[in-house]
């Protein structure tokens, strides 16, 4: 059945941290159930917090002991993959009969990745992909992925694949992407603004695709009783703007601005091939004579131990 309903959760990280955090999206599970979604995507770094504003007490040169310590309160609220947390939702993807695409904090030894991961009903968490390139400061706390982490992953509504947050201004790795055939184009972020918007109808418009950017939403620094410097009080830490767009970059639902909630849309995967009909951007309208792409998907160890 070409035709399903997606969803964008869009939502935020609990100041109490990640217990609180699941509890919020756990108690979506009536909404997701109502709605009749077969896909749901939630923003970037859910589960294990996006630290808007922190500078984990690096200064060039040196480091200062505070931000060793915020680092380790950070380490403690990420979630090991997979954990408690993972088990929770895969038992909500199998009992809402919907897939679920989540970013979250992974700890893997001492380092932390911002991670989004699948889940399919029934059979629980099935892959995940670690960012690839952490934005600016985010490369202060968290690890680059490699290109073992690309998956594609098929659920009911079409097949799935996700770029977190500014990974999807990358050019070559939308057009790996594009190449392993992706349906559906999950964006989760926490990226807030206009521009935003345009990138997410530029991709669809591009990879002739669906595309489900998820992102937090946040109170402001007044609201929480915190100082961020450089940032206004009152403004909104993060803003939303979750939204879900068509193949021909037309925004089927969104953007959701402001407040928590459940962003629903039909879909119809059969409007690919008709999109695709004058723009396949690895397809007819690709040039391998001209240009080409090599993906590296092995994964890359450190140390590898060889024994007789």
């Known amino acids: 059945m070409a035709k399903s309903k997606v969803a964008a959760l869009q ?28 896909l749901v995507v939630m923003p970037e770094a859910l589960l294990g917090g996006y630290p808007k504003g922190e500078i984990f007490g690096t200064r060039l040169g040196y480091r200062l002991p505070e931000g060793r310590e915020a680092f380790a309160r950070y380490y403690e609220n990420a979630i090991d993959v997979p954990g408690a947390e993972t088990e929770a939702l895969a038992e909500l993807s199998t009992r809402c009969g919907a897939s679920l695409v989540i970013g979250v ?32 400061t985010e490369r202060l706390i968290w690890g680059q992925g490699d290109g073992s982490t690309l998956p594609t992953v098929r659920t009911e509504s079409g097949l799935a694949g996700a770029a977190i947050c500014w990974e999807n201004h990358m050019p070559l790795l939308r057009t790996a992407m594009y190449a392993k055939g992706v349906q559906i184009w999950c964006a989760p972020t926490v990226d807030e603004r206009d521009v935003w918007q345009c990138s997410m109808r530029h991709i669809a418009h591009e990879g002739r695709c669906f595309v489900i ?70 397809g007819h309208y690709a040039r391998p004579d001209v240009f080409s792409l090599s993906v590296d998907e092995r994964r890359k160890r450190t140390v590898s131990f060889i024994a007789e």
């Open 11 to 38: 939502i935020g990280s609990s100041a109490a941290g990640k217990a609180q955090t699941l509890e919020q999206i756990l108690s979506f599970e009536a909404q997701i159930r109502a709605s009749g979604a077969k």
């Open 213 to 282: 950017s998820a992102c937090q939403v946040q109170p402001s620094p007044a609201a929480l009783g915190v100082e961020v410097p450089g940032w206004d009080e009152n403004r909104p830490l993060i803003n939303g703007g979750s939204l879900i767009v068509g193949p021909l970059g037309d925004v089927l639902a969104g953007p959701l601005r402001g407040e928590a909630g459940l962003l629903v849309a039909e879909i119809d995967t059969d409007e690919l091939t008709r999109a695709r009909y004058d723009f396949d951007a690895v």
């Open 105 to 136: 904090i992974e700890r893997d030894g001492s380092t932390l990745f911002c991670t989004a991961l699948f889940f399919n009903p029934g059979e629980g968490l099935v892959a995940k992909h670690r960012k690839l390139m952490p934005t600016g």
